[in-house]
């Protein structure tokens, strides 16, 4: 069990829950959180080009 920390606070407390989530789960957590990050950029960059091909389109 993860306990509360009186030595990690404000902006420590992401990284230090990201680090033991992957420490707890052999870095598959890790991976996971790549691929997201990947796949959203994909998902990004569609929704960019869509944009921007609207944009042509109305002027």
């Known amino acids: 069990m993860i306990r509360k920390s009186p030595y990690v606070k404000g902006k420590d ?5 990201l680090a033991k989530v992957e420490e707890l789960t052999g870095g598959k957590s890790l991976d996971a959180n790549i691929a997201l990050v990947k796949h959203n950029a994909h998902v ?15 002027i």
Do not use: G, N, Q, W
């Not at 080009?49 to 944009?55: D, F, G, I, N, V």
């Open 13 to 17: 407390v992401t990284p230090f829950m």
């Open 44 to 58: 990004d960059a569609d929704i960019a080009a869509k944009l921007a091909e609207e944009m042509r389109l109305i």
